[in-house]
């Protein structure tokens, strides 16, 4: 509400608390307070007169003035009058007003009636508002509505207002410890729950609480909230209370059902709302299956663990010298030695010296590459000095680059089994045609034996392997083919093929691993050896016996021995990933000491050529005999000795100074225009001299163009840019502007120089860096410009980058934030409503002074509105001609690069005849001027041009418009 309504009507107001809300809800774009029956007696508020672009000192002498239809309102105040005035507000009406420059502005309005004292005395209040304006604001809230409300992820709305009061009075009553104090008082937290309210949710979040409708989540929030939301709660309070804008927490929530959600629970402060709370959001994200995931790996992590603790196996893991790394239990039990000895020790120090040798074979060629794995059978002196039989099954772990890293072994202790085997060896000798003792003996040490006889092919096994396989004597075949049928396929010709190289005498042992069906369909794990135990006169073999032994436990820690081999060798990979990490960092800091290294030289080459000057030079002016025109003359050169060491002494402190990171921002208004013409000023001669164009684009009015930002340093940036532009730039030209994008402000200096090739574009934006050594060398410097240039534009909250191409170039670009000033954004708001430019007017001139000149003039006639196109040549001026239908007049230069004034104006003329043409030209005379019409031009101005004449020229040859 207007905070200086008119006396009478603020009475009224604080009566009539349905006015007041009336005025509240209804003044957007006005408000007119009014005697029905003597229109003279009205206050108007100031967005009334502003709307209609009036101010204190140009009101209209008649309140009617104001009204497009005059008869419309009398007609309206009409009907008022002559309805109930026991009644309040009014429906709304379209009504049109009439702005001071003419136009018309459809507002919508509506009418409150105040009764005075006597039933006769009335007021009427009418409040307006811009149907462009509610229509953009009712658009802007249903595309926010249908973003909330169809948004992925659950979603809460709420007002915190209430709670933020609540904390306020804590502050006020000196408390600091805020977490102490919540979690102390819990009767404190459950009663700023009941004040938080709830504005909105969306369908994301009742759905993730399984609710049919927001009402029914609504009504059942008592359901949904569990001890750790209360957590999360007062962890929300800690953070209102902290100041914090946002925060993140963990918790536990229910669905309507009682089933709970892990959840990451997202609270944030809504812009413009930190100080009252007003407006809040929570986000929800359901996490339950991440934290089931976790669970699981830790669960996996702990069995794997204890499955290794516990297993039968001894386990352990040695390095590539043969030394204990880790080992478990059983390995303790099987060794003597605790874990903390056996690190002392090697795997040769408990190895029987008389399998010595055998053990450092096997080992080397693990180590070596030569064998993927070994089984060895030998013999360890455990702590007390007991001799033990071991049979160990070991392999090489390696890292993601498959280099070595350890060796793991699984131990067996066959001390008994090298017993029972000694055993079954003595009774096989001892009793051979025994066969029934024999298979007593062989079933009392419960290991599986057969017998085959290589020529009848029947394959003999004892009871304890059969029944150990679900089967009775009754349901087996005493075949070979019965027991091959039921070796897996993958194993079958690898078991045959050892089997026949070993009978025909082409290997020494028959060894093998393989899996065989139980009687239930699961496959068993078995290590099968065997020997020839009868042979016939001739040696040819005619029995083969062996054992079987079940090793299925073996080979389930050896599949999780691999797979924590696999894991071991992705730890590998990423240290080795860390490892390139590190060693790009020290390449980086290599190459910046060797930048620094450069920097010191060129300092010191930069610093030592200007002092050469100024002391050389010096001495000769303090020679009484020399000259006093080359004093003058050796005066200019120290002078430009001086200023070139200042600049480098600058660059220095500057760099040093941004290095503090403490540089203040001095943010104040300046127009944009007036700065880069201030730049063109400062360049425009150092360009002239190398005989290169500069050029500039301004596409914002000074209005527009007037920001807030620090224009010290904005020049610092451009300044360098322009510099190095004019430095590198020996042909071509050099264009300096501006354009704005979205709501960034995008400055740009352009030039037609050396280019920059694409693998250094990012490069010379370092500290101490130039594109090669070669351009300290032919065009000097200290590569520190483009690094200053960096780091303001950075500390003006943007950012620089460029464009370039090798040979072809270079554009640079500042981005900064567009701040329009507070003032420049109110006049703006009114030149919205005076509309677009009436007239477009091309200017085709090469001479960015003479342009500047003509654009100044254009922009101070107050007479009309004109919107500007430059063109740099004749050539251009005719493709914009072509591209633009709207151009109203055109002002030709005559002497221009590419293509003539008076070529351009011919062409143009030929595809446009009406379109006005006017000559300006420095050269005045009668021929000048007469191969000018010749040419098709309308009119013909001389330079220096004269104002008065130029607006009577322009204004003849415009066509006649109305805004």
């Not at 930048?595 to 020679?623: Q, V, W």
């Not at 410009?785 to 040979?807: D, H, P, T, Y």
Request: hydrophobic share 35%.
């Amino acid at each position: 509400m207007e905070p200086y309504l008119k006396d009478e009507l603020f009475e009224f107001v604080k009566k009539d608390q349905q006015l007041f809300d009336f005025i509240h809800e209804n003044t957007k774009d006005g408000l007119l307070y009014l005697n029905p029956l003597n229109y003279s007696e009205y206050w108007a508020n100031a967005d009334f007169w502003k709307n209609l672009g009036y101010t204190d000192n140009s009101l209209p002498s008649d309140l009617l003035d104001c009204f497009s239809d005059k008869e419309q309102f009398n007609s309206i105040v009409s009907k008022f009058l002559d309805s109930d005035v026991s009644s309040q507000a009014v429906d709304s009406q379209k009504i049109s007003l009439k702005h001071k420059n003419g136009s018309n502005i459809c507002f919508q309005c509506k009418y409150y009636n105040i009764e005075g004292d006597t039933a006769q005395y009335i007021r009427l209040v009418i409040a307006f508002q811009n149907e462009q304006t509610d229509n953009a604001l009712q658009e802007s809230k249903k595309r926010y509505k249908s973003l909330f409300k169809n948004a992925p992820i659950p979603l809460w709305e709420e007002d915190f207002s209430e709670i933020k009061k609540q904390i306020d009075t804590l502050k006020l009553e000196k408390i600091e410890d805020f977490r102490t104090f919540f979690y102390s008082n819990p009767e404190f937290v459950a009663k700023c729950a009941q004040l938080i309210q709830i504005i909105d949710v969306n369908d994301a979040a009742i759905q993730l609480h399984e609710a049919n409708s927001k009402e029914e989540l609504l009504q059942g929030l008592d359901l949904i909230f569990t001890p750790k939301s209360y957590d999360a709660f007062t962890e929300e309070l800690i953070a209102i209370a902290e100041g914090k804008r946002e925060c993140s927490f963990e918790s536990v929530v229910k669905t309507l059902e009682g089933k709970e959600i892990d959840i990451q629970l997202n609270w944030s402060i809504v812009p413009g709302y930190k100080k009252s709370l007003e407006r809040i959001y929570i986000s929800t994200s359901d996490i339950t299956n991440l934290k089931l995931a976790e669970t699981k790996i830790r669960e996996s992590e702990q069995k794997l663990r204890l499955t290794i603790d516990n297993s039968p196996l001894g386990v352990a893991t040695v390095d590539l010298n043969g030394k204990f790394i880790t080992s478990n239990k059983t390995f303790e039990d099987i060794t003597g030695y605790p874990t903390s000895e056996l690190k002392k020790l090697t795997l040769f120090d408990i190895t029987h010296s008389s399998d010595h040798s055998k053990n450092q074979n096997v080992f080397k060629k693990l180590i070596s590459g030569q064998e993927d794995s070994f089984t060895i059978e030998k013999r360890y002196i455990r702590k007390d000095g007991e001799l033990i039989h071991v049979r160990i099954h070991a392999g090489l772990v390696h890292d993601s680059k498959n280099h070595p890293q350890f060796a793991l072994a699984f131990i067996d202790d066959i001390t008994s089994q090298k017993q029972s085997e000694t055993k079954l060896k003595k009774l096989y000798s001892d009793l051979k045609e025994n066969k029934k003792r024999l298979n007593i003996a062989i079933e009392g040490a419960k290991i599986g034996t057969w017998e085959l006889n290589l020529k009848s092919q029947v394959l003999i096994t004892n009871e304890y392997w059969i029944n150990s396989l679900g089967y009775t004597i009754d349901e087996i075949e005493e075949t070979l083919d019965w027991w091959l049928a039921i070796i897996h396929p993958e194993d079958l010709p690898i078991c045959k093929r050892k089997l026949i190289q070993y009978v025909n005498g082409r290997s020494n042992i028959y060894d093998v691993e393989m899996r065989v069906k139980n009687k239930f369909g699961k496959w068993i794990w078995i290590q099968n050896k065997a020997q020839i135990t009868q042979r016939n006169k001739d040696g040819f073999p005619l029995k083969v016996s062996g054992v079987h032994i079940n090793i299925c436990e073996r080979k389930e820690y050896e599949n999780s021995i691999k797979q924590k081999n696999k894991e071991y060798q992705e730890v590998n990979f990423q240290l080795s990933k860390a490892n390139r990490q590190l060693e790009i960092a020290k390449e980086k800091a290599e190459e910046s000491n060797r930048l620094k290294s450069e920097f010191l030289h060129n300092m010191s080459h930069e610093i030592r050529t200007p002092m050469n000057g100024i002391m050389g030079f010096s001495r000769l002016i303090g020679d009484p005999e020399t000259a006093p025109e080359k004093i003058k003359y050796y005066t200019s050169i120290i002078q430009n000795s001086s200023n070139q060491l200042l600049r480098i002494i600058d660059d220095i402190l500057e760099i040093s100074i941004l290095e503090t990171k403490q540089q203040p921002l001095i943010n104040k208004p300046f127009c944009l225009n007036d700065f880069i013409m201030e730049l063109f000023a400062i360049f425009d001669l150092k360009a002239k001299e190398k005989k290169i164009p500069l050029y500039i684009n301004k596409n914002l009015s000074d209005i527009e163009s007037t920001i807030i930002s620090d224009k010290n340093k904005l020049n610092k940036v451009i300044s360098n840019l322009i510099e190095n532009a004019l430095k590198f730039t020996n042909n071509g030209y050099i264009e300096i502007g501006y354009y704005l994008k979205e709501k960034d402000l995008i400055l740009y200096v352009k030039d037609t120089g050396i280019g920059i090739s694409k693998e250094n574009k990012e490069r010379i934006f370092d500290r101490f860096s130039q594109e090669h050594k070669g351009i300290a060398q032919s065009h000097g410097g200290l590569g520190l410009g483009l690094s200053i240039a960096k780091e303001n534009a950075q500390l003006l909250g943007g950012r620089i980058s460029v464009e370039s191409e090798k040979g072809k170039g270079a554009t640079f670009f500042v981005t900064i934030p567009y701040n329009l000033a507070e003032n420049a954004v109110n006049i703006l708001a009114n030149q919205e409503l005076i509309g677009n430019h009436l007239y477009t007017i091309l200017i085709a001139e090469d001479e960015e002074t003479n342009y500047l000149f003509i654009q100044t003039l254009l922009e101070n006639d107050l007479s009309s509105n004109y919107q500007i196109i430059h063109a740099k040549n004749g050539k251009d001026a005719l493709e914009i001609c072509k591209a633009n239908k709207e151009i109203d007049l055109v002002l030709m230069d005559i002497k221009m690069p590419e293509m003539s004034g008076y070529e351009a104006t011919k062409q143009i003329k030929m595809l446009y005849p009406r379109l006005p043409i006017i000559v300006q030209t420095a050269y005045s005379s009668k021929a000048d001027s007469d191969e000018a019409y010749k040419m098709g031009c309308d009119d013909f101005i001389s330079k220096p041009i004269d104002r008065d004449i130029f607006y009577e020229i322009i204004n003849k040859h415009l066509p006649i418009k109305t805004p």
